[in-house]
Nanobody
């Protein structure tokens, strides 16, 4: 079992930055690959970024590539999403999710989810 708690969301102007954190409970965090997803009002949940168990491998949605960076600190049971050059289209609730061993880009593949944190980017 893994419990996830996101933090770091907020209101930021276009061009600004935020860093989201997702802290996991349990002693097996390093066995889980992690994903970040977002869901804007009235839209489906979409993939943002994923990171392997060790942190050696990352992958991004085209819409955030070059602006967002996913990382993890297994000693702290935490995964991060650094978001730079934020735009109004990035406004959404951001969720972290955990999947045993391998990360994918499909939300339904993940068994554990945080409660989400709101990111609002004003123009």
């Amino acid at each position: 079992q893994v419990q996830l708690v996101e933090s770091g969301g907020g209101l930021v102007q276009a061009g600004g930055s935020l860093r989201l954190s997702c802290e996991a409970s349990g002693r097996t965090f390093s066995s889980y690959a992690m994903g970040w997803f977002r869901q804007a009002l009235g839209k489906e949940r979409e993939f943002v970024a994923k990171i392997s168990k060790s942190g050696a491998s990352t992958y991004y949605a085209d819409s955030v590539k070059g602006r967002f960076t996913v990382s993890r600190d297994n000693a702290k049971n935490t995964v991060y999403l650094q978001m730079n050059s934020l735009q109004p289209d990035d406004t959404a609730v951001y969720y972290c999710a955990a999947r045993w061993v391998l990360a994918t880009t499909t939300p339904n593949d993940y068994g554990y989810w945080g409660q989400g944190t709101q990111v609002t980017v004003s123009s």
